[in-house]
């Protein structure tokens, strides 16, 4: 079981330009999460996706981010027209259906580190 | 709303000495509550849960964290603290009648072992 991976690790990005980060869940969890981790802070949730639906985006922010998690492959995270605002790590979590054993627990990616310059 | 406060940003302590690392929450709904661990330039590692039953829980690595309902703390302590537990250490809280693990973490506690 090769856990929660993400990638890439790290991305540099110029001012204006797009992120993707992508996010592939444990095998057998349907369930996705996205945090951001700003320098010398917690991690602040973003959205909460099952696979084809958005369930909670209450924590991203209304202008030029996204994301998606679709029938087949990743979940991606993208955020257009970057600024250096945006620099932090995002992470990634999963988590099985509930009733499953470990359905309380999420599961952490190692994250993927954007630096705007 | 739910909310974590972690009451130290930074704990220095010596090898082998004991540590608490202290949390408290604030949720009008059952809870369960968590301490990961992140070191340096990694992810996040679960150390331990509360999911329910008995208050106190033991995790990996030695630490242990007691629940505290009266006070809604859950604080995390280890006995005899070693070099390689130097690391980031987040608690958190979920509701646990909630359809889904949204957490809600706390700022975070720099635990700084010196030999």
């Known amino acids: 079981n090769a856990g929660v991976m993400q990638n890439p690790r790290h991305l540099v990005r110029r001012r204006g330009q797009e992120a993707r980060l992508r996010c592939s869940p444990m095998?057998?969890?349907?369930?996705v999460y996205w945090y951001r981790q700003l320098p010398e802070e917690g991690l602040k949730f973003m959205v909460y996706l099952q696979k084809e639906n958005i369930i909670d985006e209450s924590g991203m922010p209304k202008e030029r981010f996204s994301a998606e998690f679709p029938k087949e492959g990743p979940s991606i995270l993208r955020i257009q027209q970057v600024v250096r605002g945006d620099s932090a790590a995002y992470f990634c979590?999963?988590?099985?259906?509930?009733?499953?054993?470990?359905?309380?627990?999420?599961?952490f990616g190692a994250g993927s580190r954007l630096t705007v310059l | 709303a739910q909310s974590v406060t972690q009451l130290d940003s930074q704990v220095p302590v010596f090898e082998e000495a004991p540590v608490e690392l202290r949390c408290n929450y604030s949720?009008?709904?059952?809870?369960?509550l968590f301490w990961y661990v992140q070191y340096p330039n990694q992810g996040l590692q679960l150390l331990l849960k509360y999911l329910s039953g008995s208050t106190l829980v033991k995790g990996i690595n030695g630490f242990e964290a007691e629940f505290n309902k009266s006070q809604t703390s859950f604080h995390l302590r280890k006995p005899s603290v070693h070099i390689s537990d130097t690391a980031e250490y987040f608690c958190a809280v979920s509701n646990s009648s909630g359809g889904y693990n949204k957490l809600i973490f706390g700022a975070g506690t720099r635990l700084a072992v010196h030999p």
């Open positions: 949720s009008s709904v059952s809870v369960y």
């Open positions: 979590a999963s988590s099985p259906n509930r009733g499953s054993s470990g359905a309380n627990v999420l599961t």
């Open positions: 095998k057998g969890h349907s369930h």
